[in-house]
């Protein structure tokens, strides 16, 4: 069964330092997303991507975020100047469609800021 | 607005006994409703959707959730609970229709499943 693949599976940084995070979504989706899991707390949603362009996101994706598909199989999340609080989970994920359909998510990176 | 609530932080149960995680929400729209499971140090696996029609959903590894409009809740079931059931589940919930036409993912904080043998 198709995956969504992200890496790496772990990420530390310095604090201010720039991060990217890489994903590859399943290969007929055409919708993306990001999602944050801070840990013990519930998955929240950053972003959503369709048509090389931000659908949707919510107020955590500030100017320090920004998500590209640089080709036709990479979806990326680019923190500029990564902060502690940044420090979480992070979940790539695809669909097919919007709507009724599923979003099926890779395993997550985990990016620990030091 | 959308919005999702697993009322149990945590549920405990024995094997072989039967298992309910529950999940309320409230949407403005038309609620299109899933659940996921987390293991450990994995993503989340997509179990079941209700989108319209039976109100019993059935989905993966004998799970299924019933859908009850009037009490606004989309309950997760399983009839006979295995150790290897033990993870974090996750209902969302998607208003298609409403305020958020588009739809983004509205998640629940989570339920922790703990079977015991």
């Known amino acids: 069964e198709p995956e969504v693949t992200q890496t790496p599976s772990h990420q530390v940084t310095q604090m201010g330092q720039e991060v990217i995070l890489r994903c590859v979504p399943i290969?007929?989706?055409?919708?993306f997303y990001w999602y944050r899991q801070i840990l013990g707390q519930k998955v929240e949603f950053l972003v959503s991507?369709?048509?090389?362009?931000?659908?949707?996101k919510s107020e955590i994706f500030d100017d320090q975020f920004s998500v590209e598909r640089p080709d036709g199989s990479n979806f990326t999340l680019k923190i500029r100047s990564t902060k502690l609080e940044d420090s979480a989970m992070y979940f790539c994920?695809?669909?097919?469609?919007?709507?009724?359909?599923?979003?099926?998510f890779g395993d997550g990176t985990r990016l620990s800021i030091l | 607005a959308q919005s999702v609530a697993q009322p149990e932080d945590q549920v405990n149960v024995a094997e072989g006994n039967p298992l309910t995680v529950k999940c309320t929400y409230s949407v403005s729209g038309n609620p299109y409703l899933f659940w996921y499971v987390q293991y450990p140090n994995r993503g989340l696996q997509f179990l079941l959707k209700y989108i319209t029609g039976d109100n019993l959903v059935k989905g993966s590894y004998g799970f299924e959730a019933e859908f009850n409009k009037s009490q606004t809740s989309f309950h997760l079931k399983k009839p006979s609970a295995l150790v290897s059931d033990s993870a974090l589940y996750f209902c969302?919930?998607?208003?298609?229709?409403?305020?958020?036409?588009?739809?983004?993912?509205?998640f629940g904080a989570g339920t922790q499943v703990v079977v015991t043998p």
């Open positions: 290969s007929n989706h055409l919708y």
């Open positions: 969302a919930v998607r208003d298609y229709g409403g305020t958020d036409s588009w739809g983004k993912f509205q």
């Open positions: 991507f369709y048509n090389n362009e931000i659908s949707e």
């Open positions: 994920a695809s669909s097919v469609g919007v709507g009724n359909q599923p979003q099926h």
